[in-house]
């Protein structure tokens, strides 16, 4: 176990997916997730999309949040 208490090993990869899940749940635009992963195929990007909707979580619009803020 490591300072932090995780149990689970973190990698680069497991960062980069965080970060692409975070931003398909905050209803980010795929292309632009594609771009910042820096990747060649939207197919590759899309197998976060593909984990989220297995998970059966949705992405959310931003008008959902008006008035939250």
């Known amino acids: 176990m490591s300072d932090a208490e995780l149990s689970?090993?973190?990698t680069c990869h497991t960062l980069r997916h965080s970060f692409a899940?975070?931003?398909l749940q905050d209803g980010e635009?795929?292309?632009r997730i594609q771009d910042l992963l820096g990747?060649?195929?939207?197919n590759t990007?899309?197998?976060?999309?593909?984990i989220l909707?297995?998970?059966g979580h949705e992405v959310n619009?931003?008008?959902?949040t008006l008035g939250n803020e």
């Open 8 to 10: 689970k090993r973190a």
């Open 21 to 23: 899940t975070h931003l």
């Open 29 to 31: 635009n795929l292309r």
């Open 39 to 42: 990747h060649k195929q939207l």
């Open 45 to 50: 990007t899309k197998k976060s999309l593909h």
């Open 53 to 55: 909707e297995q998970r």
């Open 61 to 64: 619009s931003p008008l959902d």
